[in-house]
């Protein structure tokens, strides 16, 4: 599992925007299914045996739709949300 401090400062090496840590993949199940998303480039980064796989070459673009529910999942997890603590009132650490 990542560190909360670590993922706060993750971005997406394409875009440069803030990604969502899914730490037991969009099933909830395994942490050997967790993985980054970035909303704004819609591109999904691996984790490998606990590294994050940071590489534009190695993410896995996912259509408009599959980005869309990938949000969702992330809200109904209660995952932290790129924008989340501005919308809430509260400056980005």
């Known amino acids: 599992m990542l560190p909360d401090e670590l993922v ?3 971005v ?3 875009s440069r925007q803030p990604v969502v ?5 969009d099933a909830d199940r ?4 967790a993985f980054l998303f970035c909303p ?3 591109l999904r980064y ?12 190695e993410a ?8 869309a529910a990938l949000l969702a ?8 949300l790129p924008g989340a603590d501005l919308a809430n009132g509260r400056s980005p650490r």
């Open 21 to 25: 840590y899914f730490p037991r993949g």
């Open 12 to 14: 997406c090496p394409q």
């Open 73 to 80: 999942r992330a809200r109904e997890l209660g995952l932290r």
């Open 46 to 57: 691996p984790i490998e045996d606990g590294v994050p796989v940071l590489l534009v070459e």
């Open 8 to 10: 706060a400062i993750m």
């Open 40 to 42: 704004a480039s819609r």
């Open 30 to 33: 395994n942490e050997a299914d």
């Open 60 to 67: 896995t673009e996912v259509s408009a739709a599959a980005a």
